[in-house]
Every structure is written in C-alpha cells, then in structure tokens.
C-alpha cells in the first residue's frame, strides 16, 4: 500500500517570475494527490520538522540563516530565492519526508510512502543552501530513520543533477548509502565515479555520471550493472528515493533522453529490490522535473508501479 503525504501549503513558496521551480509546480502536486484521494487512497498531513530534526544534517548557522529569512523575499544565490512563507515551507517538505518514514516504520512489512514536495531538497549542504533548494529533505528523512534506531539507510537519487548536499552530508558516513546517477559533466558540477566517500565512509557513495543524451537503456543498465549489486551487498533496513524527473526527455533544463515508462520502470525495480533489501520499506521524495505535463505524468505512473501490491 502506498501514502501519499502533501499539503497544499506548498504553493506558498513563491520564486520570481519565470523561475523553473515555480509554485505551478505544486498545482501539479496537488491534482495528483487529489486523484489519488479520490480514488479511495490514503494522503496524510505532513508535520513540519523541528530545529532538532534540521539540525541533524544541518548546521546551526544554516538553520539560523534559513528562519532570518521568514517574512521576507531573498535572494539566496543565482537559483535560490525565499519568499515570505518559504521558511515554513521548506521546514513542511523536510517534515513530509519525516511524517513518510515514521508511515513506513511504523506500518506493516512491505509499506511504501511517497513525499509530494517543494521546494526540493537535494542540493542543499549542511552549511548552505543551494540549486533551489533550502533544506535537503532527504537527508533529515534518513537521519531520522538512524535515531529511530536504523542501522543502515540507503538513499537513491535518480534526479538530473547530481544530489550534492546529500552526498556532502553524509560523505563520511557508512551507514548511509547514497547512490546517484546525473547527467555529466553538468551542473552543479560533483558527481565523478572517483567520488566515493571519504574515512569511515569509503565506499558508501556510488555515483554514476551520465554522458548527454543517455537513455532508459543507458540508465537502467548502470542501475544493473553497479547500483543494484550495491544495494544487494549494503542491505539496507530503508530505502529513500529522490525521485527527480528531469532526466526525462522533454524537461528544459537537462539533455538527457529518459521516458516516463523508464522512470516508472527505475521506479518499480528499486521498489521490487526493496522486498528483499529491507522488507519492502520505500520511501520516494520529489525532487526536481520541470515540465509540468511530464512531472504529473511521471509522478502518476510512478504511483502507479510503486503501489501495485509486491
């Protein structure tokens, strides 16, 4: 059984006019969600997530500079931008991730949940925010999972770009996983094969840089060849999922060549490994995707797979 949680809060977080990350983007959130309501499932609230549980990832000068902001527009860098609720927001999309583990933790063997959220999280570091992003969700979602008492956590991020805050943040880590596969070089320019972690942490970050133009064949035979034998040796007890859609095709702000039907296919493998790495316990978080016709279309088949019974 899969859960949504999202909130309509969401579009409160306004970037400037023409910005990718637009508040559109949380309409689109939002229909998806209700369809799924509508339909006889399950979308919970999220809670917002505490200075205790930001501050697990983040440092106390970042969470310090993210509340200054509150009230106020800002110009963070040259893709970061808050408006007077983003604060709040981003603490709700960090919380939704957090609502969706407790879900899946608490729920029976096989649960799955799916965090509809802006603004995404995954570049953000511990010290500052980056690449639209304010706080990196996924990362305080899989912290929370270690102080509940999880020995190992792994996280995939098949968005575009490569999750460098989540990388960062758990860099010398061993009991985090992180897998990422992006578009090469490209932007925010991390990401190289020889990035593997650093002192007890060897060997627990994987990348997999995508050349331009790469396809569902090419993605999904670097997740065969070299993620999924990981995560078979890894086990984790959670999997978490950045699940970004702008390697898709048709997203104007990449140049790789992914269709909906190979993210829904990524998707369903990660979810199919999962019943044997850690019990069936997923939890998916939205990242990046920025044509809005395909971010609906994708989130829709992704429920899909991600829900049928496993």
């Known amino acids: 059984m899969l859960t949504l949680v999202s909130s309509p809060r969401f579009a409160d977080h306004l970037t400037p006019p023409g910005h990718p990350e637009s508040p559109e983007r949380a309409d689109v959130l939002a229909r998806v969600a209700a369809r799924l309501a509508a339909q006889g499932g399950t979308v919970a ?10 501050l697990r990832v983040h440092t106390p000068a970042h969470v310090a500079a993210m509340v200054a902001t509150r009230g106020r527009a800002v110009m963070l860098d040259e893709d970061t931008f808050t408006s007077a609720q983003s604060e709040e927001v981003a603490r709700l999309a960090a919380g939704a991730v957090l609502t969706a583990v407790d879900l899946v933790l608490e729920g029976a063997l096989g649960a799955r949940a799916l ?15 980056m690449g639209f992003c304010l706080y990196n969700s996924v ?25 460098n805050g989540t990388q960062q943040i758990f860099y010398e880590d061993p009991s985090v996983l992180f ?20 002192g007890a942490g060897l060997g627990a970050t994987l990348n997999l840089p995508l050349p331009l133009g790469s396809t569902d064949e090419d993605v ?32 104007p702000l990449a140049g790789c060549r992914m269709t909906t039907a190979g ?27 920025y044509d809005l016709a395909t971010l609906e279309a994708c989130l829709t088949a992704v429920i899909d797979v991600a829900g049928a019974p496993r």
């Open 263 to 289: 993210l829904a296919t990524l998707t369903a493998r990660l979810v199919d490994g999962a019943t044997r790495w850690c019990d069936g316990r997923v939890v998916l978080v939205t990242e990046g995707g």
């Open 115 to 129: 965090a509809l959220v802006r603004p995404p999280g995954h570049h953000a570091e511990s010290d500052k925010p």
């Open 45 to 54: 609230e999220p809670r917002s997530a505490t200075d205790a549980d930001l």
């Open 179 to 198: 897998i990422s596969s992006h578009q090469h070089p490209f932007w925010p320019g991390s990401g190289a094969a020889d990035e593997r972690g650093r």
């Open 220 to 251: 999904l035979g670097r997740y065969e060849r070299e993620a999924f034998p990981a995560l078979e040796r890894f086990r984790p007890e959670l999997l978490l999922v950045s699940a970004g859609f702008d390697a898709h095709a048709r997203d």
């Open 139 to 163: 990362a305080v979602g899989a912290a929370h999972a270690r102080a509940r008492g999880l020995a190992r956590v792994a996280i995939v991020d098949y968005d575009v770009h490569h999750g």
